[in-house]
């Protein structure tokens, strides 16, 4: 399981069902095993709870980043299966920046801007370490004002998979009415 939270709430409930089915009947190791591990898990998501993480956009030169080429080469498999028309040949007009978690590169976002205020995503793709929508909501949700340079407007992505679909449903992207395959998100103004 990627996402540590939700990995620990699992564990959470599980400790606390376990330490009453001890008490319950009467075993007393189980309950008090189970005791610790629901204090050990309580801990673990204060601590979780308390971490801020910062975060920041890295762009990058789509042309000669040899780390973003090998990035994309060892997400190869990955970044194919959320995003199946994504080639790192066709990316003459695109830019791209790297987001990064903790000054570590944990998500790749490839786009095209157009003169229409219409941002086009070709990838957005974390890590699975990371993935648990903290990177997406800075993207999407905070006051990120990177793409303000584009006089951009709008977020356009077309999700060839079923994931992608959720995710981007998810992060507020809407179906487009006339085009139910591209999805849209309006890109908030902050200045």
């Excluded at 060892?74 to 903790?102: D, G, M, Q, W």
């Excluded at 990120?144 to 006089?151: A, I, K, P, R």
């Excluded at 981007?168 to 006339?178: C, H, N, S, Y």
Aim: hydrophobic share 40%; aromatic share 16%; net charge positive.
């Amino acid at each position: 399981m990627s996402n540590i939270w939700r990995l620990r709430w699992i564990n959470l409930a599980g400790s606390i069902l376990f330490m009453i089915y001890g008490l319950f009947l009467g075993l007393v190791p189980v309950a008090v095993v189970n005791a610790f591990i629901t204090l050990v898990n309580l801990y673990y998501l204060r601590q979780l709870a308390r971490n801020k993480d910062y975060f920041s956009l890295l762009p990058v030169d789509v042309h000669n980043s040899r780390f973003m080429q090998k990035f994309i080469t060892f997400h190869k498999r990955e970044i194919k299966r959320f995003f199946p028309e994504f080639t790192p040949e066709n990316l003459e007009t695109s830019e791209a920046v790297f987001i990064l978690r903790n000054m570590i590169p944990v998500g790749l976002f490839v786009f095209h801007p157009h003169d229409n205020g219409e941002i086009h995503i070709d990838l957005d793709y974390v890590i699975p370490s990371y993935r648990d929508l903290k990177n997406a909501h800075f993207m999407f949700h905070s006051d990120n004002t990177y793409f303000e340079q584009y006089h951009a407007s709008v977020f356009l992505l077309t999700p060839r998979s079923r994931s992608v679909r959720s995710y981007a449903e998810r992060m507020g992207f809407t179906a487009d009415p006339d085009n139910p395959k591209q999805y849209h998100r309006m890109i908030p103004k902050y200045s």
